[in-house]
Nanobody, 124 residues
């Protein structure tokens, strides 16, 4: 599967953005999906995940209550709605797909395919 993340940009603190991840090559319903982010000088960290059916989601504590992950398997799309953005949310955001298991874990090494990333910059 090929993943293409988009929707990043420059936004003021308190603003909102919606990231999209388009999948091609194979139906998205085959995969558990995750969003990760990497700020300069930092490790790539977990942001949110959603299982194949979309019934179960998981969030990092730092984004819980502000971000919402969702998916539309019919359109082969995954989304990350980001509200009340903070300067510390500034990072390159990546979507990732996992073929194995029944869960969408938090570990980046658990995912098999990655998109190219989209930059989110939050100004104070």
């Amino acid at each position: 599967v090929q993943l293409q993340a988009s929707g990043g940009g420059l936004v003021q603190a308190g603003g909102s953005l919606t990231l999209s991840c388009a999948a091609s090559g194979r139906t998205l319903s085959t995969y558990h999906m995750g969003w990760f982010r990497q700020a300069p000088g930092n490790e790539r960290e977990f942001v949110a995940a959603i299982i194949r059916s979309g019934v179960i989601t998981d969030y990092a504590d730092s984004v819980k209550g502000r971000f919402t992950i969702s998916r539309d398997n019919a359109k082969n799309m995954v989304y990350l709605q980001m509200n009340t953005l903070k300067p510390e949310d500034t990072a390159v955001y990546y979507c990732a797909a996992r073929t194995r298991g029944i869960a969408a874990p938090r570990g980046r090494y658990e995912y098999d395919y990655w998109g190219q990333g989209t930059l989110v910059t939050v100004s104070s």
